[in-house]
């Protein structure tokens, strides 16, 4: 069984950050392509960040770029989103998603930023709520 766990998340004051992990099992992460988004109170899911297993291609949205980087660690089949100066835009539930596409297909949905649409991935995790608070 397919399966995707968040955890990590919590309070973290403006400018502060904080690590969510998504760790898998069933299968082996670098195989597929990995998804991070959010969903704040009133709003659509949104993605905003995904990393290609097979080659590392990562892509991250407007709205965090370059406050959140999306390591990993293939010996413990986790994918990480660590979010660093953190803004009261930020609160939301974050989830992370695995899609079956891979290869060629998954590197180019990574490379072009269309990897953020969440019609693409079949596996979520049930997702973990983030609260930026002094």
């Not at 400018?15 to 299968?27: M, Q, R, V």
């Not at 998954?106 to 995790?125: E, F, H, N, P, Q």
Request: aromatic share 8%; glycine share 14%.
């Amino acid at each position: 069984q397919l399966q995707l766990v968040e955890s990590g998340g919590g309070l973290v004051q403006p400018g502060g950050s904080l690590t969510l992990s998504c760790t898998a099992t069933g299968f082996a992460l670098d195989t597929y392509l990995i998804g991070w988004f959010r969903q704040a109170p009133g709003r659509q899911r949104e993605g905003i960040s995904c990393l290609n297993g097979g080659d590392g291609s990562v892509h991250y949205a407007d709205s965090i770029k370059g406050r959140f980087t999306i390591p990993r660690d293939s010996a413990q089949n986790t994918v990480y989103l660590i979010l660093n100066s953190a803004t009261r835009q930020d609160p939301a539930i974050s989830y992370c998603a695995a899609s079956a596409w891979c290869g060629a297909v998954s590197r180019v949905l990574a490379i072009s930023g269309r990897c953020v649409m969440t019609g693409l991935y079949s596996t979520w995790g049930r997702g973990i709520r983030v609260t930026v608070s002094t």
